[in-house]
């Protein structure tokens, strides 16, 4: 797939934002874990906070594979600042498929006035399974109480939306799943814990404690019990920019090996044959990953369904991305091991990508179980269609 | 300068024992031996004293053949000589079987100032075997001792009883056995392990105690040894509001005997 | 694998896992997070004869073989590989005293090595191509019937803390290779300056730094312009120990990650129930089984006097994909809590490929073994 000119001279403009604001500082967030509060300003400027709301609501309105190239070059910075200005997206995509002209208008505008949003399905004891959720939300009046904790949260600490979902009805199991929005600093929405993480550190990652928190009717998304579906969509669309993300890290990590190589050998030709090789299967691997990965967003961008297409797209960069930078970690030995270097940081912000918005497990599951449906012994003697 | 004596018993390791889910059965395929955890402390109390006394410290165990890797092991800790008795029939001895025995090789193999033996084996833990050695040796038994300190030559025993501790000297022989927070066993070192090889191990043949053969049969008979798995009840209380779950939960667990 | 090791090597193996379950567990998140030098513990370790494994006793060593030594430095490696890596690195500089010493050299320095009282670090990687090549190689002049460096050494291991280091330098930088040759350097030397302690991925207690060399007095190490040869087999030596380190933290995360498994609950189920958390256990330990089979094989050539450069160079290939893999599929057992710096797999995942680095990681071991082969 090639970019047209005006899809290159914005992945152009984001590489840019990238060595302006973020490769010179990430090293250092990545030592101390500290929120860099600096880069929702500077992103605001550059129009990155709202690259997919709709333009009738101040937001720029990418096509879902610029988006990518754009994380892509923001993944390539610094995968920390990454993930930050990327679940952003995950955060405001449910008001956006499934919220009324005016919840949209409630959630995009804050985003677009320069804040973040957040997205939060996962529980201390819910990650894959998301039927063992516990938080609830009980109709009282107009209004729901919600009741519960959530963990693992991108950005819960600085969000100014999130999306929140709760069992509406506890006994109808995911069926009974609902999905809010809510704003940042609602009494009865409080962070009780700041996760230090192995990588991704500059990204804020908290444990949300909801106590009887109040959330107006006016913001249930679609009808109680549709929160499943909302989450899956949501993830649907999120997880190829998880992919973009992971090209960006693997692409850094090779160009951090040719910068490497630059530097110790005066006659790069010198390098030996397996060296070589090795940084040409990182190519090869690094392209197939960027090529899936923007083919799942032009699947979306033809408005087309995803599911299939949007978790092989996160299943293959994040792989890609963790066997790249390891192998690049081999490739510059004790160099590559010290702080001296990018490369080991990358290897820690690679591991995390397998992990989020559904682990390379449940991609699979999702994955295998669309094949197994297509084999699965129709129930009448219609010809199987494609 | 005491003679010193320790007994001790070589026993599977605990946290090799799976056990099995459908009958509570014990799978020891996989089960190492080690010297019972508060043996290696008599051993290193032994050694401790001879430390700051002077004297030897010989070691004795009955035990199935496989006692025999127990004899390196026990020597790299610092006693001067291991014996032991092997019988494959050791396995199904009781208390009094075990001390028939080791009574037996200890009048053999002479006269020793203190015999020492942990409170209790990691297997079985009847804590019979100072009570049991004592008394046929016609010795006295101190029980329960967390601390061993000499006064002038003489040996003060201070003993941990459920509601004071008691210090007691004895005049002449006695046999002693220690709990495990009298001493922090030390590991061995590698040369520790290397000279171990150097040290003298005699094997006691069971036959040349002229026991009898009433002697040697267990009349405490183990039938079976089961798992214990804590299994949870699972109870949980949903309905009505926090008083009355609260409620619930109070009375299930007065039910349960806790009040 | 006990049914291979001789009495003494069990007890040795017990004996290393009850030291480094007293000693080293407790402190070993400590160690990690303020990455200081653990000089108590690394007295200790002295005191059990840990730091002059396999030298001769006639120089205060304990003279195991080299299979015993492996054991202990895996099960060290099982609770901190930081202060496993202190010990190996330690050892590989004595190995290469006790191997291509003189008489005088053995006495002079061994004894101390053995016990502890001195560590040892061994001086290899250059900032140039490779050794011996570009601006800043190491070279060896002649100077008052010795011989003095002057040049760089990056990525030292235990520098800083080291009394003595093996340093390899080129006697003649137009001979390249062909003239490398091994010396001794006392860290009190004049010229001998160590740079800033590196701040690294992991192995953080482990300290490493650049040492620079002005003009500082050496002496040769074996025989001058034999270095190559030396260099092989110490490398290949220490490749052995490294991989030895490799699968203690291997067997370990896969332990730890199975635990997990049996205790985290999803889908009402224990999440080891599943067939793709079984898959992974089952590769890793797979991997783990055959790597540790393939460490003491080589072990006991060296401990034989058998060659093993070979091996060892195919022991350090498997052990460099065997590291990082495998915590990479461990740490994704334990999912976003295995991410966390709080849990012990996250630190696990950042100690172990510093277990397997590559002195020159363009060259050696694909080298090595094709050139047996072929």
């Known amino acids: 797939m090639i970019l047209t000119p005006e899809q290159q001279e914005i992945q152009r403009l984001a590489r840019e934002f990238a060595e302006k604001h973020i490769i010179p500082v990430a090293a250092e967030y990545d030592r101390t874990g500290e929120f860099p509060e600096f880069i929702i300003e500077a992103a605001k400027k550059a129009d990155l906070l709202a690259m997919g709301i709709p ?9 879902a594979v610029t988006q990518g190239v754009i994380l892509e070059e923001l993944g390539y910075g610094c995968a920390g600042f990454a993930t930050i200005l990327g679940v952003n997206g995950l955060g405001y995509y449910a008001p956006l498929l499934a919220g009324t002209e005016e919840q949209k208008k409630f959630y995009f505008a804050p985003i677009v006035a320069g804040g973040l949003s957040a997205f939060a399905l996962t529980e201390p004891a819910a990650g894959s399974d998301v039927s063992a959720g516990k938080s609830t939300a009980k109709k009282i009046g107009d209004e729901y109480i919600l009741n519960g904790s959530k963990c693992f949260i991108t ?5 100014k939306m999130f999306t929140i979902f709760a069992l509406t009805d506890p006994s109808k199991g995911l069926k009974g799943l609902s999905g809010f929005i809510v704003k940042g600093g609602s009494p009865g929405l409080v962070v009780t814990k700041h996760e230090n993480k192995l990588g991704i550190r500059g990204s804020n990652t908290v444990e949300l404690v909801m106590q009887d928190l109040k959330v107006p009717a006016s913001q249930l998304l679609g009808k109680e019990g549709d929160g499943m579906r909302i989450a899956m969509a949501s993830l649907d669309m999120a997880r190829p920019m998880v992919g973009s993300q992971s090209v960006g890290i693997a692409q850094r990590a090779l160009d951090e090996c040719l910068k490497y190589f630059s530097k110790k050998y005066p006659d790069p030709r010198k390098l030996g044959q397996a060296a070589q090789f090795k940084l040409a299967d990182m190519r090869i691997q690094i392209e197939a990953a960027r090529q899936t990965v923007r083919h799942a967003l032009s699947v979306k961008d033809a408005g087309l369904p995803i599911t299939m297409d949007s978790a092989i797209a996160k299943t293959m960069g994040s792989d890609t991305a963790m066997h790249v930078t390891t192998e690049a970690l081999a490739l510059l030995g004790a160099y590559g091991y010290s702080h001296d270097c990018v490369v080991e940081k990358l290897v820690r912000d690679a591991k995390i990508q397998q992990l989020y918005e559904g682990t390379n497990q449940v991609q699979r599951l999702v994955i295998a179980g669309q094949l197994i449906a297509s084999i699965m012994p129709k129930a009448t003697t219609a010809k199987a269609g494609r | 300068m005491p003679k010193i004596l320790v007994c001790y018993k070589w026993v599977l390791d605990e946290q090799d024992i799976r056990i099995n889910p459908n009958d509570l059965s014990l799978d020891v395929s996989r089960a190492k031996g080690k010297i019972s955890d508060f043996d290696r402390n008599a051993i290193e109390e032994a050694v401790l004293l001879v430390e700051r006394l002077g004297g030897t410290v010989d070691a004795l165990t009955y035990g199935t053949p496989a006692a025999k890797q127990s004899l390196k092991d026990v020597l790299s800790r610092g006693p001067n000589k291991v014996y032991w008795i092997q019988d494959p029939a050791a396995e199904k001895a009781d208390a009094h079987v075990i001390a028939t025995v080791l009574a037996g090789a200890i009048r053999r193999i002479g006269s020793y100032d203190l015999i ?20 046929t040796l016609d010795l006295p038994a101190v029980t329960f001792t967390s601390q ?37 066993p030390r590991i061995p070192g590698l040369k520790q392990v290397l000279g171990a090889s150097k040290k003298p191990s005699e094997e006691i043949k069971l036959a040349d105690l002229g026991l009898s053969p009433q002697e040697l049969t267990p009349r405490a008979i183990r039938k079976s040894v089961k798992g214990f798995v804590m299994s949870r009840k699972n109870v949980i209380f949903k309905d009505g509001d926090a008083a009355h779950k609260v409620a619930q939960l109070v009375a299930s667990l007065a039910k349960e005997g806790l009040s | 694998m006990s049914y291979l090791l001789t009495e003494d090597q069990q007890l040795i193996q017990k004996n290393a896992r009850d030291f480094a379950k007293q000693y080293l567990e407790p402190m070993a998140v400590q160690l990690d997070k303020t990455g200081e030098f653990p000089a108590e513990v690394v007295k200790k370790l002295a005191s059990h004869d840990f730091l002059g494994w396999f030298l001769p006793a006639e120089f205060g060593g304990a003279e195991v073989g080299y299979v015993s030594y492996a054991l202990g430095v895996e099960e060290l490696s099982r609770a901190s590989a930081a202060v496993a890596s202190i010990v190996v690195n330690h050892s590989s500089a004595a190995y290469a005293i006790n191997r291509w010493g003189t008489a005088e050299q053995k006495k002079k320095y061994l004894p101390a090595l053995a016990k502890g009282e001195k560590l040892g670090a061994v001086a290899m990687s250059e900032p140039g191509p490779s050794v011996g090549q570009g601006p800043e190689a190491v070279i060896a002049t002649q100077q008052d019937g010795g011989y003095v460096l002057n040049g760089c050494k990056c990525y030292v291991a235990n520098a800083g803390v080291a009394d003595l280091y093996v340093v390899f330098g080129c006697t003649d930088p137009a001979a390249g290779a062909k003239s490398l040759t091994a010396f001794l350097v006392s860290a009190k030397a004049a010229g001998l300056e160590v740079g800033a302690k590196k701040s690294t991925m992991g192995l953080r207690a482990r300290p490493t730094a650049d040492v620079v060399f002005r003009n500082v007095a050496a002496e040769v190490l074996g025989t001058v312009n034999a270095g190559t040869p030396i260099a092989a087999e110490l490398l290949a030596a220490l490749a052995v120990a490294e991989a030895a380190q490799t699968v203690g933290v291997v067997g370990f995360a896969v332990e730890h990650a199975a635990k997990y498994a049996q205790q985290r609950v999803q889908f009402g189920r224990p999440i080891s129930a599943f067939q793709a958390i079984q898959t992974i256990l089952a590769e890793v330990s797979t991997n783990c089984y055959v790597a540790r089979l393939a460490v003491y094989d080589a072990a006991a050539l060296i401990e034989q006097g058998k060659p093993f450069t070979t091996e060892a160079a195919m022991v350090k290939l498997f052990a460099q994909r065997l590291g990082i893999n495998s915590l990479v599929e461990t740490l994704q057992i334990e999912g976003g809590y295995g991410y966390s710096e709080e849990m012990f797999m996250a630190k696990l995942f950042r100690d172990v490929s510093g277990t397997t680095i590559l002195e020159s990681p363009l060259e050696f071991p694909e080298q090595v073994i094709a050139a047996s082969i072929a």
Request: with cysteine; proline share 1%; aromatic share 6%.
């Open chain 1, 55 to 63: 333009k009738q609501f101040g937001g720029r309105a990418l096509d």
């Open chain 1, 155 to 159: 950005s819960g600490a600085y969000a």
């Open chain 2, 116 to 135: 020492i033996c942990g409170e209790g084996s990691s297997d079985s833990y009847n804590q019979q075997m100072a009570s049991r050695l004592a008394a």
């Open chain 2, 148 to 184: 061993i300190t000499s006064d002038n030559g003489t040996l003060k025993f201070t003993r941990k009883l459920d509601d004071c501790t008691e210090v007691a000297t004895v005049s002449g022989p006695a046999v002693v056995s220690v709990l495990g927070e009298i001493n922090h």
